[in-house]
């Protein structure tokens, strides 16, 4: 079950404006980027289903931060139907993330009151998400689907609409202080927050650093 409430979720998202995407198969490693990034402030984290047992590592994650992360607000990405949306929840996902909308994953979540954020490439795509309960939308990807002119542009006739970009977010000035001038609520940042060579070394101290920097970029 989900440990923070709907309101909880979407405040913290708007606060931080940053929600790390990530995934890796060694529940330990999980664990360290997990920490890595609450210690550089992090406060939402999405961990993707992008591969096989993804759920077992996801509900050691769980565990693990009620008692070392104890304000860190785990969800869930990479989701596009309501049956695999339905387990994470139960395994104590705070937030459901998907590249696509499905109108049955938002019929799930809204009975749990936990927080929908679909993938949508349009503004109809938009628009039917919004009807359908979703507050924050994810336009991705979004360096193909417009950039930082598509946010401005879906704001003008429509700038009640919180956004959350994912896909070409990179942790420096010039990149996130276009993206929140055009208007995003809070940004999705993966691998370019996650050096390859970080990982591998065990070198996580490189994450807290990027996860201060960014975060201090988006305050700024």
């Given at each position: 079950?989900?440990?923070?409430?709907?309101?909880?979720?979407?405040?913290?998202?708007?606060?931080?404006?940053?929600?790390?995407?990530?995934?890796?198969?060694?529940?330990?490693?999980?664990?360290n980027?997990?920490?890595?990034?609450?210690?550089?402030?992090?406060?939402?984290?999405?961990?993707?289903n992008?591969?096989?047992?993804?759920?077992?590592?996801?509900?050691?994650?769980?565990?693990?931060?009620?008692k070392?992360?104890?304000?860190?607000?785990?969800?869930?990405?990479?989701?596009?139907?309501?049956?695999?949306?339905?387990?994470?929840?139960?395994?104590?996902?705070?937030?459901?993330?998907?590249?696509?909308?499905?109108?049955?994953?938002?019929?799930?979540?809204?009975?749990?009151?936990?927080?929908?954020?679909?993938?949508?490439?349009?503004?109809?795509?938009?628009?039917?998400?919004?009807?359908?309960?979703?507050?924050?939308?994810?336009?991705?990807?979004?360096?193909?689907?417009?950039?930082?002119?598509?946010?401005?542009?879906?704001?003008?006739?429509?700038?009640?609409?919180?956004?959350?970009?994912?896909?070409?977010?990179?942790?420096?000035?010039?990149?996130?202080?276009?993206?929140?001038?055009?208007?995003?609520?809070?940004?999705?940042?993966?691998?370019?927050?996650?050096?390859?060579?970080?990982?591998?070394?065990?070198?996580?101290?490189?994450?807290?650093?990027?996860?201060?920097?960014?975060?201090?970029?988006?305050?700024?």
């Open positions: 079950m989900a440990k923070f409430s709907k309101l909880e979720v979407l405040n913290t998202i708007v606060r931080t404006g940053i929600v790390p995407v990530y995934y890796n198969k060694n529940s330990e490693t999980a664990r980027v997990l920490e890595a990034c609450y210690l550089g402030g992090i406060r939402a984290f999405e961990f993707t992008r591969g096989d047992f993804a759920q077992d590592v996801f509900a050691k994650l769980v565990k693990y931060a009620a070392e992360c104890p304000e860190m607000i785990l969800g869930v990405g990479s989701i596009v139907d309501a049956p695999t949306a339905s387990m994470y929840m139960q395994t104590g996902a705070n937030f459901v993330v998907g590249p696509l909308f499905n109108p049955d994953v938002a019929k799930v979540c809204n009975r749990r009151l936990v927080p929908y954020t679909p993938g949508c490439g349009s503004v109809s795509e938009i628009g039917f998400a919004q009807e359908a309960g979703c507050d924050l939308c994810k336009i991705f990807p979004a360096g193909s689907v417009g950039g930082v002119s598509f946010v401005s542009n879906i704001l003008a006739p429509m700038p009640w609409t919180m956004i959350m970009a994912t896909g070409s977010v990179e942790p420096t000035e010039e990149n996130l202080s276009a993206w929140f001038r055009s208007g995003v609520t809070a940004v999705g940042m993966g691998s370019k927050l996650f050096p390859k060579e970080a990982i591998i070394t065990g070198n996580f101290q490189v994450i807290t650093d990027l996860c201060e920097k960014a975060l201090k970029y988006v305050k700024k």
